[in-house]
């Protein structure tokens, strides 16, 4: 390595780093505000003329109950006044005026209101209280014939002395402060760091500065200069910090430290109590330095990879993910009050997680020689090699060129590469509509169970409006879905074929498919269900019955049979097929059914609505009207809701509904199987077949992210929920 071109390197970086203005701006920023926040005092009283002002404070006690009291407590420290009407309003009340209102109550004590025209001073209200609640002890001393002394014992809090036998917990609750301030200082300075280099490599690539700096020294020696030269003014920074410090302290007339004054540090430091704190901030200190190197090396070679400033930013937010993941880890499983287990004592060895881990499990005493030597020995081992691994990268990413790309490019083909774009855009899309129809729920759910009960604190939700609530739930959540996939629908994309049919038709679609549905629906209940375990009913959480109002029987059907008849037909015929019929109408068909059924999230009803699915895509497909299939999803579920708002009536107008749908249904399904073109579409659909090329395929969806994570988000909720049912 040059040694002198290093050098210069580095010099001339933090050169022009400091002598940039924002730099210099920010510093003067920071002196100032160090320099007003240490002598804030001082300066407020620049502005006061004449003597300090004082804080006035009026009593209103007509019964004169404690104003004596009061006025023995607060004259020390307030100009205290008796008044006998309270007249003031925002207007005219003074602004250094705090009015005391004494009401008598039933426990033959008082109640007070303190009134002033702005919030009150921390400091004063304080004294306030506190005289406020010495009278009312004073009363009830008078009251109940017992001393004051007495009084003040029995309300002392109780002495509790907590003993935990396997882990160390004196002065637990000042460890975990410790902690908590330290490791966000450790993410906030990684975070700086990281968006100075990413920056300052985006810009150099874009400016084409770096190749040239490439044809003098080699890649590890400008890699080298980079990451020390950014750590450098880290540093600096932090020195200029304490040099501020002793500017504002000097200015404020804060003592400055003698030799006595240090010796006594040193032997406060040095005690057995405090020892523990300096390894700690040793340690923090040897770990951070060595892990933010690590990880810088790391950002600069993503940095080179990168075209634009943005992209650049995308890199910092993937390690500042990463660091915080291992923030909040380290905050949540490493505490003064639980052990830590040997698995997670080996992962917090590992390198980048240490600077959080291992500081932490000393801060707390759980640490062990061995893993401060393993972990010491991981970090020191990873630097070098992410060093000579990144130096390649960084050095391809600066010139734009890689050998592995150039190979990719040689071996795959070009239809190869538009198939995985094409999967990956649809595993996008589907994932994104997936998630945002999961996250509005969840929104929904947090304001339900945290806001609505804080803000609303004395009324009790009543089962029409949570209702309501989840009517509404299910419009946003469907419909901001649908609106995001049909916002990616190309009217020249969607490739399906509209059948040209008249009324008479469509009335022969509703009875042939409601027939064929219930068929289905009554195998599964009777048959397969109970076969394979999963005969629990899942309408047990309605309570709506005959005995309910109007009202909120109209809002049951809405919830069960309007609303999802609407609006997921919207979602799973209307924008998932259209959008999908570009990949082929069968895979439209079959994805959007598939999709159907799993957002039920429970195999009671996945199962089924997979074949629901089925049947309303195949009509959506043939007719293409969303119309029908939302009536004939609203028939299937108004059978249900019917039922349940009418248990006697209801179930025997629903079951007779039934028969004559089936009746005339089976009817027109025996005479549309007498025709030769309806038997030929039927074999057709049957011996729908996916070729081992298309098959494969689709394994592309699962290269985006996205639709990785509505797959997992998916599959937990059906856990939860069919733990849940069961």
Partial sequence: MNNFKVKEMVKFSFYKSIQNKWFVIFNAITLISIVLILNWGSIGNLFKIGEEESIRIAILDEENIVFEKLVSKLAKNFE???????????????DDLIILEINPNEEKTFSTAIISKEGIVGEYYYKIEDALHYCR???????????IENLDKFQSELEIERIMLSVDATDSDTKEIIKLFSTAATYMIAILLFSKIANEISQEKQSKSSEYILTTVSEKEYLFAKIFSNIA???????????????????????????AQMGGILEIMTTPGNIETLLYVTSLIIYNILNLILLCIIQAALS?????????????????????????IALEFITPYTKVNIILGIVSCLPILSAYFIPALMVVGQISLWQIILSLTLILISIPVSFNISSKIFKNGILDYTKIKKTKKKKEEKDTFFIKRKMKNLGFVIGMAIIIYFGIQTIFSVIGTFVLP???????????????????????????????????????????????????????????????????????????????????????TFTTDESSSLISKIILVLAIAATPAVFEEIFFRKAMIDYMSQYGTKTAWILSSLFFGMIHMNLSQALFAFIAGLIFGGIYLYTKDIKLTMLIHFINNGFGALGMILPELGLILATGILIVFFIIGLVLFIIELTKKEIRTKIKEVLTFKISREELINYKYIFTDFTFDVSMILVFLMSVLTENMLR
């Fill in 233 to 259: 003014i880290l540093i600096f920074q932090g020195l200029l910090m304490i040099v501020y410090y002793y500017i504002a302290a000097i200015i404020s007339r804060i003592p400055v430290m003698n030799d």
């Fill in 137 to 147: 002890n004073v009363l009830f001393a008078d009251q109940y014939d017992i001393s």
């Fill in 304 to 328: 080179a990879k990168t075209s634009s400033t943005s992209e650049a930013g995308n890199t910092v937010s993937l390690l500042s993910f990463i660091m915080m993941a291992s923030y909040i």
């Fill in 454 to 540: 804080t803000v609303f604190k004395n009324i009790l939700l009543s089962e029409d409006m949570a209702m309501i609530l989840q009517i509404i739930l299910q419009i946003t959540s469907l419909g901001l879905a649908s609106i995001f996939v049909l916002s990616y629908c190309n009217k020249k994309d969607i490739r399906i074929e509209k059948e040209q049919i008249n009324n008479k038709q469509k009335i022969k679609i509703i009875f042939i498919s409601i027939f064929v549905i219930f068929v289905i629906q009554a195998l599964f209940t009777t048959l397969i269900y109970p076969a394979i375990g999963l005969d629990y009913n899942i309408t047990d």
């Fill in 80 to 94: 205290v006044e008796k008044i006998v009407a309270n007249d003031y309003t925002a207007e005219n009340i003074p």
